[in-house]
Structures are given as C-alpha cells and as structure tokens.
C-alpha cells in the first residue's frame, strides 16, 4: 500500500527534470544558497545541538536519576576546583 503524498524535497536539492538551463541555474542557486545559510547559520545549530544533548541529558535522568546526581554533583565539584584554581593563581 503506497501513498500518494509526495515526498518532501529538501531545500539543498535540486529537482530533477528541469529542461530550461536558465530555470536550472536558478534551482541550482537557490539551492546553493540555501546550503550555504544551513551551513553558515551558527546560532541555529548550535541551538539544534544543546536542545539534542538537553535531551539526553533528560533521558539519562529519567533511566538513572542517581547516577545522573551523582554526575551533577561531580561537575560542580569540577567546576568549583577550577574556579578556585584560577583565583589561586591570580592571586600569587
């Protein structure tokens, strides 16, 4: 049973069967273009990233919230020895 919806393209592709070059160069650079934004658009996927490690970070809070207390209390400690560090160092 297939569908009948069609597939979404992606804006980086361009579609096949265009005859006219001229109507293919501006397919062409449209895509380009929209693969250059994907790509140059820092903020965007870096926000795509911390909303993926967000979410495994809730996933493995949900499977062991133990050990994922355990994690958060290593990193403070972590955090605090550095800062201290710094500050130490500063200091002398």
């Known amino acids: 049973m297939s569908s009948d919806a069609p597939v979404p393209m992606p804006r980086t592709a361009v579609p ?28 965007r996927r870096l926000s795509v990233k911390i909303d993926d490690s967000v979410e495994k970070a ?22 605090g020895a550095v800062v201290w560090g710094l500050v130490r160092a500063y200091t002398r």
């Open 16 to 43: 096949l069967g265009i005859a006219d070059p001229v109507e293919k160069a501006r397919a062409e650079l449209k895509a380009t273009l929209a693969a250059i934004e994907v790509k140059a658009n820092v903020p």
């Open 58 to 79: 809730r996933a493995f809070q949900r499977r062991s919230p133990a050990l994922a207390a355990a994690a958060v209390v290593a990193g403070a400690a972590v955090v």
